[in-house]
């Protein structure tokens, strides 16, 4: 196989996120308004070849916009979609396959990113590296003429559009957007999955393995970031921080009889437990902070960690987690056993007046439960940065709820981590192109 084939096919992949954005010329949006078709159920491909992906059938006397030229394909509009179909059953003339950029588009700002979801490079190889600086690592250099394919963003749940999308890509990276059985079976030049998250849910992986297919995941990217949002989160919830700046700024304070004020108790965690629901990496980083802020951490987890039990990390059972807890913390990847186990009947289990973090996964909550003992008093405060759907649905009952912090799923977030993120993806797809994958969880 050759090595730009590859990559071309690499960067073809379906992706939660824009990746590419610094190769792609507006200069060559140009389009040709021609021409018809001149047979029935000619193939509208995903891709310059005839084992791609079909998008469409077009029939005789239909009129497409041509965009561009690939071989003995044109790159064509139709009916709203952009595709190739081959060039000998569609009349017109022949678009120049190197259209000269206009100059003057050059000095405009770029449009959206949606108006090109593709083009092709126009100098002799532009150079793909790991961050948006000149002087930032160089991954690839493309040769010109490739064809890179950006998408905003992916359908988590239009299976049709993940498939053709993926098309023949050999490589695919995904976050959010799912890869199930049927785009697998869908998508047979499938060699690899990147991961860009350590959380693997979105993909069938047992099937994936089936099929030969290694995933490889982030592991670790996240785990200061993360663990920091959490702690965040309960100091919030302790200090009500926001809220008592929006006062003095609203002229409360200015107002004041007294030379302070609050309106909430405030809560000292020195001496209070911390229960950790999950002790990986990101549990044994938020038990260190808990700890230097005085707090006893308890934690219930498959396996112990040394580095857990040499900060002092008292392990204990599910039920006397619950128990025992002051604050409780979720830091588990979401597995079947977990998922909803946040409910009424293990709520009943807590402490009156517990406050609970989530900054794991939505969907070990069970929200209503949740939003019934916030308003009932019997969970204090909850800090949660992740809902079972995102983005959050106008119905969900925590929107409503007495004490409850939300976030829109931004522990994850700091540069350094989303470059941790794109650093770890770079060596998996490296390790895979050896013959040596990393990080693969199947």
Same mark, same amino acid.
């Given at each position: ?7 071309? @096919? ?118 793909? @590296? ?60 499938? @060699? ?96 260190? %902070? ?7 951490? %308890? ?121 941790? %993120? ?21």
């Amino acid at each position: 196989m050759r090595h730009g084939n590859r990559w071309a @096919r690499l960067l073809a992949a379906v992706c939660a996120m824009a990746l590419f954005l610094s190769v792609i010329s507006p200069a060559l949006a140009a389009k040709y308004p021609y021409d018809t078709i001149s047979m029935d159920d000619v193939n509208m491909r995903s891709r310059a070849n005839t084992t791609s992906t079909i998008l469409k059938k077009i029939q005789k006397g239909d009129t497409v916009t041509i965009l561009g030229v690939t071989g003995s394909f044109y790159r064509v509009e139709f009916d709203g979609k952009t595709g190739y179909a081959m060039k000998k059953y569609i009349d017109g003339t022949d678009p120049s396959p190197d259209p000269s950029p206009n100059p003057a588009l050059s000095m405009q700002a770029p449009p959206a990113i949606s108006e090109y979801p593709y083009d092709t490079t126009v100098i002799d190889y532009v150079k793909l @590296r790991k961050v948006a600086q000149t002087e930032g690592e160089v991954i690839l250099t493309i040769p010109a003429g490739s064809v890179v394919t950006v998408y905003d963003r992916t359908s988590l749940t239009d299976e049709e559009e993940i498939i053709a999308r993926i098309a023949d890509a050999e490589v695919v990276l995904t976050n959010k957007t799912p890869i199930s059985r049927r785009t697998i079976d869908a998508c047979p030049s499938m @060699r690899f999955i990147a991961m860009l998250a350590t959380g693997y849910n979105v993909v069938d992986v047992a099937y994936a393995k089936e099929k030969g297919i290694p995933v490889s995941n982030v592991p670790v990217y996240g785990t200061q970031s993360v663990s920091q949002f959490a702690i965040a989160l309960l100091l919030e919830i302790c200090h009500h921080i926001g809220h008592h700046d929006e006062t003095v700024k609203a002229g409360k304070w200015e107002r004041c009889a007294d030379w302070c004020y609050w309106d909430y108790p405030l809560i000292e965690l020195a001496g209070k437990t911390y229960g950790l629901l999950g002790c990986g990496n990101i549990g044994v980083h938020t038990a260190a %902070i808990a700890s230097a802020l005085g707090m006893h951490v %308890i934690a219930y987890d498959t396996r112990q960690r040394e580095e857990a039990l040499a900060l002092g990390v008292e392990y204990v059972e599910l039920d006397d987690l619950f128990a025992r807890s002051d604050v409780l913390g979720l830091q588990m990847p979401l597995f079947p056993f977990n998922t909803g186990i946040i409910n009424k009947e293990n709520i009943a289990k807590m402490k009156d007046g517990v406050i609970i973090i989530n900054n794991s996964r939505g969907q070990m909550v069970v929200e209503q439960d949740l939003a019934d003992a916030l308003n009932s008093g019997k969970v204090a405060a909850a800090g949660l940065d992740v809902v079972s759907t995102e983005p959050i649905r106008g119905d969900n009952p925590l929107l409503t709820a007495k004490n409850c912090i939300l976030t829109p799923h931004i522990s994850w977030a700091p540069r350094e981590s989303r470059q941790r %993120i794109m650093d770890c993806t770079v060596e998996n797809i490296r390790a895979f192109q050896a013959g040596t994958p990393k990080n693969v969880i199947n």
